[in-house]
């Protein structure tokens, strides 16, 4: 049940796609290195590979990554009803818990 942060792959037709691997995919992601967060089996439990360069996350990680990207261009809470972007920003302890409440989620949904 690792978090992984990916990127997109080429199909053989030329097109961009997620790959195939991540099973719950497209969460958080970073315009500066073109990746997101998703989940995938445990080597344990699968019968395919996942290529060596995939950085697994565990839960201090993915809450490293998110205060990285809230300080580079700081999260808003929206929770006002506004348009997306227009709330105040978050504070890290905000962000903090939003990201270990998603791991949390992620990690207990796909168990």
Not at 3 to 16: R, S, W
Not at 48 to 69: F, G, N, Q, S, W
Request: glycine share 8%.
């Amino acid at each position: 049940m690792p978090i992984v942060e990916y990127k997109h792959h080429i199909n053989h037709l030329g097109k961009i796609e997620v790959p195939g691997w991540v099973m719950d995919r497209g969460y958080h992601y970073r315009d500066s290195d073109k990746t997101y967060l998703g989940w995938v089996e445990a080597e344990a439990d699968r019968e395919y590979l996942i290529p060596d360069t995939v950085d697994e996350k565990d839960k201090a990680a993915c809450v490293t990554r998110a205060l990285a990207m809230h300080a580079a261009h700081p999260f808003t809470n929206d929770s006002a009803g506004g348009m997306p972007g227009e709330g105040p920003a978050m504070s890290t302890s905000e962000v903090t818990t939003m990201m270990e409440n998603w791991y949390d989620t992620i990690t207990t949904n796909n168990t």
